[in-house]
């Protein structure tokens, strides 16, 4: 009140910027907000949002919307097993999660590439196994019989033989590249002899490495 009786006390007296600052502040506390009432109204949230898609009409409407949608999750779906698929065939290590929990990690993963890497007689050994239920029936010729004995005794230690090579290979690889494994040996070589004898194109997870290729 002072400073406008002063003001008209003294009426030929220009008003300073401080005294016209000092004014508009005191009109936006009076009128109990803190902005300017002449500036423009902030705009609220900003963001976009779709189309509006009004609600069905009736029965048919919404069971074609229903058969829309539940086509439209089941691409979605298919692109998103082919992308993981694509990431298992890469060996991308991001992948290693999809990985069924015996395939996990980079013990089962050294394990792979170094059987897959191998030409072994092994991995005909099911199929020998089927030669042998079929040729030990009755009524076949012995001659029959004793060479598919024979057969099946050969594949044994042959598999014995590749089984124990490559489980030393394995086990030197996993202590040379993965120092702090706490995978227990007697597991993971399960997990070589059960690759082993699996046909090579019937491995899962797929090979990655070529045979005669070095780990």
Not at 6 to 30: I, L, Q, W
Not at 47 to 64: E, I, L, Q, S, W
Not at 128 to 136: K, M, Y
């Amino acid at each position: 009140m002072s400073s406008l009786f002063r003001r008209s006390d003294k009426k030929d007296e220009p008003v300073t910027e401080t005294e016209t600052a000092a004014t508009d502040e005191g009109a936006k506390r009076s009128s109990g907000s803190g902005r300017d009432k002449a500036a423009p109204t902030p705009k609220r949230g900003t963001g976009k949002r779709g189309p509006y898609v009004p609600p069905p009409t009736n029965r048919k409407d919404a069971a074609v919307r229903r058969k829309e949608k539940a086509k439209q999750e089941r691409g979605e779906q298919r692109a998103q097993r082919a992308e993981i698929q694509a990431g298992l065939d890469r060996g991308d290590p991001a992948f290693d999660k999809y990985h069924m929990p015996r395939d996990r990690g980079p013990e089962r993963r050294l394990a792979r590439d170094v059987v897959d890497s191998r030409r072994t007689i092994s991995q005909w050994f099911f199929l020998i196994v089927l030669i042998v239920l079929v040729t030990s029936q009755p009524g076949m010729l012995p001659i029959v019989k004793t060479v598919s004995t024979g057969v099946w005794v050969f594949m044994l230690l042959a598999f014995i033989l590749e089984a124990t090579l490559t489980c030393r290979k394995v086990g030197k690889l996993v202590k040379e590249r993965v120092p702090k494994s706490t995978v227990k040996k007697p597991g993971l070589y399960w997990y070589v002899c059960m690759r082993l004898i699996m046909v090579r194109k019937l491995r899962m997870p797929r090979p990655l490495v070529k045979p005669g290729d070095k780990i």
